[in-house]
């Protein structure tokens, strides 16, 4: 059975060769571009007919399927998205790109820690130079700072995936389990931590606005991608594997959530950058899902998945919405100076599903995961993250106020291309009715 990696893999092996033919004829890349889509949406599907890996180092769990699906998707609608914008890059980028993505789904299904250890490294290491794409002064700081804090938490992850060999005498998710040490204890939260960093949960939030902030619009989006499937790994060992650590380590998880949310929440609203104001606003974001992690039930759990697909589309749709109407991330939320109708129309589309307006995507995923945290028993955590929640409707009617302006003023129309408009609104619609697909997870 061909499965999606398998796919991935095949695509990373052939685009070198006919990356060279390409050279030795010296032919423009569009070829090389063009298969990378191709290996991406092929993917995509694969992974929708024939499911996830079964592997003794790789193996899904309940939501793997659609965790999987949903990062393939959302990898092809920005790497074409990305296509559309530039008009000649060199094939390395394909080649990290691939790579990536490929990391990013072994790593969801990883079952063993030594596997997640080396697809979070392909994962992260294929990073570094997307975000220098560019090779400006300022993306290279970002690029530097990415690299340091990823390298900390690697060993910070590699010291706690050593103590919890040590008192357990393996490495498998499935093996570790029974009462736990205070050893294993360690162990687990020195994880938490190296995984939290990837995560941009606060306070190993960092290095992520400046990252982020510097990075071409697109890899912003593909970093919450990434992002993402940190939160996911996260539930995968906290719940799904390690679950005689519940009681132990729920308050934690709980405290991790409360800062991740409160912070950033509290930064956005002095941002006057457009990108930065987002950039917080979409670490608040993992916070929310995040705290339904912490809970460790079923049903917040499947709620945390849902929360996490509903904001990765949204913040995917607000990054390329931005990149296409305004590609200065210098501009200021009191005056955006580009307008396009498509990007706009989508770029408040996605604030608002972000900001959990009915009746788009994030009302329905907000509303599921303040009724999981309520029925755990959890009345006091789910009033508080309505109060924050607050903040951030706040913000993003600021910047949406900004877009009207622009569209009043009309100063500067930037020109967008019928594809680009077309990717856009396919998120958009997604965001409008992609609630259905709760009944998928």
């Not at 990073?127 to 938490?153: I, P, Q, W």
């Not at 009345?379 to 109060?387: D, E, K, P, R």
């Not at 913000?395 to 009309?410: G, I, K, N, P, T």
Request: a neutral charge; glycine letters at 6%.
């Amino acid at each position: 059975m061909i499965n999606a990696e398998y796919l991935l893999v095949f695509g990373l092996l052939i685009l070198i060769p006919i990356d060279f033919l390409r050279r030795s004829v010296g032919s423009r890349s569009d070829s090389i571009h063009i298969l990378t889509m191709t290996v991406l949406w092929l993917s995509f599907v694969f992974e929708i007919f024939f499911g996830n890996m079964n592997l003794p180092f790789f193996t899904g769990f309940e939501y793997s399927h659609f965790v999987i699906s949903f990062i393939l998707f959302l990898s092809g609608v920005i790497y074409t998205f990305f296509f559309l914008q530039k008009s000649e890059y060199g094939s390395t980028f394909d080649l990290l790109f691939i790579a990536a993505v490929f990391g990013a789904t072994l790593f969801i299904l990883s079952s063993n820690f030594m596997s997640m250890f080396l697809s979070f490294e392909i994962m992260t290491m294929s990073m570094y130079g997307l975000v220098l794409f560019g090779k400006t002064d300022l993306r290279l700081e970002g690029a530097v700072k990415y690299v340091l804090f990823s390298a900390f938490s690697t060993v910070v992850m590699l010291f706690g995936m050593s103590l919890i060999y040590i008192s357990t005498g393996s490495l498998s998710f499935t093996i570790i389990q029974g009462t736990p040490s205070q050893m294993l204890l360690l162990g687990s939260l020195l994880v938490l931590v190296g995984l939290a960093y990837e995560a941009t949960l606060v306070p190993f939030h960092m290095w992520a606005v400046d990252t982020y902030d510097a990075s071409d619009n697109s890899i912003t989006a593909f970093l919450v991608l990434l992002e993402s499937s940190a939160l996911i790994m996260i539930l995968r060992i906290f719940y799904f594997s390690f679950s005689s650590l519940g009681n132990v380590i729920g308050d934690i998880l709980l405290l991790l959530a409360l800062l991740t949310v409160f912070v950033p929440s509290l930064l956005s609203i002095t941002q006057e950058r457009v990108k930065r104001m987002l950039v917080y606003s979409g670490i608040s974001q993992a916070g929310f899902s995040f705290a339904a992690i912490s809970v460790l039930t079923s049903l917040a759990a499947k709620s945390a998945i849902f929360y996490i697909f509903s904001f990765a589309v949204g913040e995917t749709l607000v990054f390329l919405s931005l990149g296409a109407m305004d590609r200065s991330s210098e501009n200021m939320i009191k005056y955006i100076k580009n307008y396009s109708p498509v990007p706009a129309f989508s770029l408040v589309i996605a604030l608002l599903s972000l900001a959990g307006v009915p009746p788009f995507l994030g009302f329905f995923a907000k509303f599921m995961l303040f009724y999981s945290i309520f029925s755990a028993g959890y009345a006091w955590l789910a009033i508080i993250l309505l109060v924050l929640l607050l903040f951030s409707v706040f913000y993003y009617f600021r910047l949406m106020r900004s877009v009207a302006d622009a569209a009043q003023r009309q100063r500067k129309k930037s020109p967008v291309g019928a594809a680009e408009n077309a990717i856009l609104i396919v998120l958009s619609l997604v965001l409008i009715f992609g609630a259905v697909l709760m009944n998928y997870i």
